[in-house]
Every structure is written in structure tokens, then in C-alpha cells.
């Protein structure tokens, strides 16, 4: 299973803690390897269609980035100006930013690709984007490669269906905001929660959903058995946020999450991020790695089981 990610996503010296955690997911990964899984550099050439491929995800992202924010909000973030909204994303700007925010989005662009190319599943050491507007990031999140990847998927590999799950703990009100005004034909949008409220307003394609502690794992499975109780996708998109540990969800609840999740994807083509989840008081970056790499030890496992 490929695994995609370079130091370009932890380039800005800046950067929260929730984006270094993919650097320490990586290191981790280095000492203490998964089988079956396989680290990636996004910009690597790559075998495909009985030939080598120069790398041009760095292209891809930055088109679909383009396609899925504003030209405005695009331009300050390269820029620095305007400072607020160059800034939105709550990191301070820097030569770095838009690099590594667009770094992100290039493991995921790999990732969709490989994915869509092979007929398989695979992944992307990205942090949490699933809150970045079109004109707008927000809470870390630079720009939104989850609506980037269904672009590149719908107008690169022309499909007609495909589901998102995203199991973050925070509303992802970035998401649904580019979903459902470019692609709501197109897409199906399962958002899981453990915020109260409601993030945004219900539509067809959507379905939204506030999750606490107490049987998390069973009822994050009631939602997700609704999206798969009556139609096929022709490819997924999967948010694993770890950030769940945060409002008091136990580690073996997000370890049956992750194993169910990989249960009902089966063998449709589909990508995982890693998604949200700060080292703090709460969870330490040693506990948080832990926790992403149920994820990885999920996929591979499935992975291994199918060849």
C-alpha cells in the first residue's frame, strides 16, 4: 500500500503541531515499519501504463487547488497580502506557507491517482483540510484537499459518484461548502462529529451527524451502514481524524472505527488522510502517532488479507 508524503509538508517553521505530527507519523514509520506499507515521495517518477511518468502532482494540486478556491483567497496565501487572509488558516504567513500547504495537497493528488490508476487503495500523510472555505482556511487548515482530490477524481477520471466520509471531530464546514456548490450531483458527503450544533444546512447528498463518547464506534457504524445500505461509489475519500481522543472517545473505539470504515470500503477504490489530531495535554505526539497508525496497520492488514 503506498503512503504518500515529502518534507515539503512540514516546510514552514511555523507550522502547528498538527501538521509536524505527519513528520512524526513518517519517523515513526521509519523505525518501526508497517508490512505492506510503503513510503512514497509524491514527486517521485512512477511506473504506470508499461512506462516510467515524470511527477507533475505538484501541477495537479495546484489546478485543482485553483478550481476549488477563490482566485483571491489563492493569491494571498502566495502572497501574504492581505495579511488576514493570507493568515486564515491561523498559521502565520511566511515564504513557506503556500508550499507546504500546497505540498499537502500534492500527496493527496499522488494518492487519487495511484488509487484510481490500480484499482486500489492507498493513502496520504496530510493533515486535517476539511475546514478550509473556498475563500478561506480556518484552524490549520490551509487549503482543502479533500474537495481538491474530488475534483482532480471527477473531472480527471470522470466519475460519477463519490462518497466522503470524514470522521474528524470538527464540523467540516469547508467540505461541504465547495461540495455542495460544485459538485452536490456528484458526490455524497457523511460527516461525523463530536462538536454539538450543526455545522451547515441538511441537503440531498449530505448527511451529518454529532457523535459523543459514550458507543461511539456504534453509532459512527449506524452512519456509515446508511450511506452503503443502497448505493455503490465509484471511488471514496476517508478523513481518519484522531482528534475524537480530544473530547474523550477511548483509543479502542477509534481502533474499531478504523476497522469498520475499512470493512464497508472493501474493495472500491479510495484514499485516507490522516486528518485532524493535536498533540497537547490530552494525547502526546507518541499516543497521537499511535492512534494514526491504526489507520495504516488497518489498510495494510486488508491489504495483505486481498492479494
Known sequence: MNLYWNDDCVADPTAPLGVVKTADI??????????????????????????????????????????????????????????????????????HLFPMGLAHVTGVMAAVHHALESGTQCGSVSPNMNRARRGSGDKGCIFNGIAAAVSYAITGWKLQRILVIDC????????????????????????????????????????????????????????????????????????????????????????????????????????FLSGGGTPSAIVSTDALVDLHLLTLNEWARYGRLAS
Open 26 to 95: 513518517v519517523k515513526r514509520l521509519a523505525t518501526d515499519p508497517i508490512d505492506g506499507v510503503e513510503l512514497v515521495d509524491p514527486m517521485d517518477d512512477f511506473f504506470a501504463d508499461g512506462r516510467v511518468w515524470l511527477s507533475t502532482f505538484d501541477e495537479c494540486a495546484l489546478e485543482h487547488v485553483r478550481r476549488v478556491h477563490s482566485p483571491e483567497y489563492v493569491e494571498a496565501v502566495r502572497t501574504g497580502s492581505p495579511q488576514g487572509l493570507a493568515e486564515s488558516s491561523g498559521i502565520e504567513w511566511s515564504e
Open 168 to 271: 474528524d471531530r470538527d464540523w467540516a464546514t469547508g467540505t461541504e461548502e465547495i461540495l455542495a456548490s460544485q459538485f452536490p450531483d456528484r458526490t455524497v458527503h457523511v460527516d461525523i462529529t463530536c462538536l454539538p450544533g450543526r455545522g451547515y444546512a441538511e441537503r440531498d447528498g449530505n448527511f451529518s451527524k454529532a457523535i459523543f463518547p459514550v458507543m461511539y464506534a456504534d453509532k459512527t457504524e449506524m452512519a456509515v451502514q446508511r450511506m452503503f445500505s443502497d448505493e455503490s461509489y465509484d471511488f471514496i475519500i476517508y478523513n481518519a481524524g484522531m482528534n475524537p481522543v480530544e473530547a474523550g472517545v477511548e483509543s479502542e473505539e477509534l481502533a474499531q472505527r478504523e476497522r469498520m470504515v475499512r470493512w464497508y470500503i472493501g474493495d472500491t477504490p479510495a484514499v
